[in-house]
């Protein structure tokens, strides 16, 4: 099984564990939205930009909080986020070798 794959199912189970199927792929961005701004704040604080103490342990949940939604969202359209990678890493390559 391949790695993102292997991510998706573990979210799938939780999901179906705690009965969060069918949640709405427009309340999950609303979500990943929150979580981005989550990310945001942490940043803010690293760069100084708030004075709140930064925390990297902070930072690396809120991200794992958006990869969870993002790998949530990818199961509501049955999207395998592995197949998707590998073209997307094809159109970057592409994009990079023009320059
Ligand atoms: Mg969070």
């Not at 292997?6 to 564990?17: A, F, P, S």
């Amino acid at each position: 099984m391949r790695h993102l794959t292997k991510l998706q199912k573990q979210v799938e189970e939780y999901d179906k564990r705690y009965g969060w199927t069918e949640d709405r792929a427009d309340h999950i961005t609303l979500h990943m939205s929150e979580e981005l701004g989550e990310i945001s704040r942490r940043i803010l604080r690293f760069e100084g930009y708030k004075i709140e103490k930064f925390d990297k342990g902070e930072l690396s949940e809120e991200i794992t909080d958006l990869l969870y939604l993002t790998l949530k969202l990818a199961n509501t359209f049955n999207i395998c986020l592995d197949d998707v990678w590998d073209s997307m890493w094809e159109r970057y390559e592409k994009k990079t070798s023009r320059k």
